[in-house]
């Protein structure tokens, strides 16, 4: 089984400044990596994903995403984030093989400041 | 337009009563989850299925039931034996036939429960 954990549950951060969202996971086998986020009361968008490949995904609105084996982290990032990006980032994990069950972190609350 | 249908968005139900909601999906997709959101605790997966007439419990099943008699379908009934349903559910869907797929959102439900 896998686990994903995101330690920030809140990061508030001045508008045009740029941010960092962090997520770490553990398994016991290969897992692939996503990136979503939520606007409230809606469902979930997804911004990037890892599959394979570059370790460097980019995603839609300006994100990005890197993938470290060596420290099984798979941090979101902006350069310079909007008002728009006001909401809440879910970092999920999807394991290889058998019944594939899609494991998210707790969230962060990104709250842009202006 | 494809995608997942959730309905209604806002349900509201006496204490002890059962209650059923609706989750439709026009992608053709074989894998089907049900997850209830609660804030500060992210996505906790209640039940998963991969394939019609088969479905799994996820970690906070107890109090919960599903069927998965259509592929198009999969519908939640919050029984009365769960304690505390009061909660945003978001129901999603996979290709899982082409590998580590991302998942797609309904547009949640938030059960009352009074």
């Known amino acids: 089984a896998q686990s994903v954990t995101q330690l920030d549950s809140q990061v508030p951060v001045f508008e045009e400044a740029p941010v960092e969202l962090r997520c770490n996971y553990s398994?016991?086998?290969?897992?692939?990596l996503f990136w979503y986020v939520q606007y409230p009361n809606q469902g979930l968008q997804l911004l990037l994903k890892?599959?394979?490949?570059?370790?460097l995904v980019k995603g839609i609105n300006g994100f990005e995403a890197e993938f470290n084996k060596s420290q099984t982290s798979f941090h979101l990032r902006k350069p310079s984030v909007h008002i728009s990006d006001t909401a809440e980032y879910f970092c999920?994990?999807?394991?290889?093989?058998?019944?594939?069950?899609?494991?998210f972190g707790t969230g962060t609350k990104l709250q842009v400041i202006p | 337009d494809g995608g997942i249908t959730q309905s209604p968005k806002y349900l509201f139900r006496k204490e002890g009563q059962n209650v059923t909601l609706s989750c439709e999906q026009n992608?053709?997709?074989?894998?089907m989850y049900w997850y209830r959101q609660d804030p500060g605790q992210g996505l906790r997966l209640i039940y998963y299925?991969?394939?019609?007439?088969?479905?799994q419990k996820g970690d906070i099943a107890e109090g919960y039931s599903v069927s998965r008699e259509k592929k198009e379908s999969f519908p939640l009934t919050v029984t009365s034996a769960q304690k505390n349903p009061t909660a945003f559910y978001l129901c999603?869907?996979?290709?899982?036939?082409?590998?580590?797929?991302?998942?797609?959102f309904g547009q949640g439900t938030r059960l009352t429960v009074v």
């Open positions: 992608l053709n997709h074989d894998a």
């Open positions: 398994s016991s086998v290969s897992v692939y």
């Open positions: 999603a869907s996979r290709d899982d036939r082409r590998g580590p797929t991302e998942a797609f």
């Open positions: 999920a994990a999807i394991n290889s093989g058998g019944y594939q069950k899609v494991t």
């Open positions: 890892y599959l394979s490949g570059s370790t």
């Open positions: 299925s991969q394939i019609v007439n088969d479905f």
